[in-house]
């Protein structure tokens, strides 16, 4: 379905669309108990905020992994934000792109959250639909803490294979033949 929907339809959203049909098939048909693989339950509710409880003898691996995150994140959102100041003319101060960059990391750390980095892909996408504000980015943060409370109980029957339908190629890319 996802391939004729990325033919035949390329424009649409065929992640949202294959998710809306997918969760009421699995309710309908029983497909769980016939061995589809499903999310299951979804914990609700906002995030704790504290420090993680880790073992002070790991501290060195967590370390190192933690250096490599940071090194990596690091580069590819100052990549990322060198190519729109390049592509729109503006300035970038890779000093203030740290800061931010640990600020987030730091933030996410204290509510168990994931790293977080700027990404190329990511942005090269919203600038190309037109996006010039933080705006959609702010949308984005309360639809994610509008699912946390309210909305996450819906995706306990999302067939797991149904998220690879989230993979698709940007809209503008054209089919190969």
Same mark, same amino acid.
């Given at each position: ?8 339809l ?6 949202? &669309?294959?998710?809306?049909?997918? &969760?009421?098939a699995?309710n ?18 906002l995030?704790s905020?504290g420090?993680?409880? &880790? ?5 060195g691996?967590l370390?190192?992994?933690?250096l490599?995150?940071?090194?990596v994140?690091?580069s590819?959102?100052?990549? !990322?934000?060198r190519?729109?100041a390049v %592509? ?18 730091g933030?996410a750390?204290?509510v ?6 700027g990404?190329?892909p990511k942005? /090269?996408v919203?600038?190309s639909?037109?996006?010039? /504000?933080?705006?959609?980015s702010?949308?984005? !943060?309360v ?5 946390l409370l309210?909305l996450?109980?819906?995706?306990q029957?999302?067939?797991?294979? !149904?998220?690879?339908?989230? /993979?698709?190629?940007?809209a503008?890319?054209?089919?190969? %033949?």
């Amino acid at each position: 379905m996802v391939l004729l929907m990325r033919y035949q339809l390329p424009n649409w959203p065929t992640g949202p &669309i294959v998710m809306a049909l997918s &969760i009421p098939a699995v309710n309908r048909f029983d497909l769980a108990d016939h061995g589809v693989s499903v999310t299951r339950e979804v914990p609700t509710g906002l995030f704790s905020i504290g420090l993680p409880d &880790i073992d002070w003898s790991h501290c060195g691996t967590l370390l190192t992994g933690a250096l490599a995150l940071t090194f990596v994140g690091y580069s590819e959102s100052l990549a !990322a934000a060198r190519s729109m100041a390049v %592509k729109h003319g503006y300035d970038i101060d890779p000093n203030q792109e740290l800061i931010a960059q640990g600020m987030s990391c730091g933030t996410a750390g204290l509510v168990s959250g994931f790293s977080v980095n700027g990404s190329l892909p990511k942005t /090269s996408v919203a600038d190309s639909a037109g996006q010039e /504000s933080q705006m959609p980015s702010l949308l984005n !943060a309360v639809l994610v803490v509008m699912t946390l409370l309210f909305l996450a109980s819906i995706f306990q029957n999302l067939p797991s294979a !149904a998220l690879g339908a989230w /993979s698709k190629p940007h809209a503008k890319s054209s089919p190969r %033949k």
